[in-house]
């Protein structure tokens, strides 16, 4: 079992920066991948970035490659997702997920932190 808890959420103008994280604990000697990914109302869950845990190999949407940097620091069992250059259109509930496998779907999900981007 793994258990995520994300943090850092909030609100913020657009052009500005904001830094999500998520503490794992658990097993965390069986995760392979950590993902971050975002559901805005009305509209499917879309992926965000993610980072295999061992290699730190990352790994970007489209939407957000050059504003959003996922990084992990294994001594302290984190994630990060660093977010700049915000835009209204970045505005969802951010999920910080893992998965043990290398590929498919991803088994342990966080309960989410809201990002607002608005003036």
């Known amino acids: 079992q793994v258990q995520l808890v994300e943090s850092g959420g909030g609100l913020v103008q657009p052009g500005g920066s904001l830094r999500l994280s998520c503490a794992a604990s658990?097993?965390?000697?069986?995760?392979?991948?950590m993902g971050w990914f975002r559901q805005a109302p009305g509209k499917e869950r879309e992926f965000v970035a993610s980072?295999?845990?061992?290699?730190?190999?990352?790994f970007y949407g489209d939407s957000v490659k050059g504003r959003f940097t996922i990084s992990r620091d294994i001594a302290k069992n984190t994630v990060a997702l660093q977010m700049n250059s915000l835009k209204p259109e970045d505005t969802a509930v951010y999920y910080c997920?893992?998965?043990?496998?290398?590929?498919?779907?991803?088994?342990?999900w966080g309960q989410g932190t809201q990002v607002t981007v608005s003036s």
């Open positions: 980072i295999w845990w061992s290699a730190g190999t990352t």
């Open positions: 658990g097993s965390i000697f069986s995760i392979h991948t």
């Open positions: 997920a893992a998965r043990m496998g290398g590929y498919g779907k991803y088994d342990y």
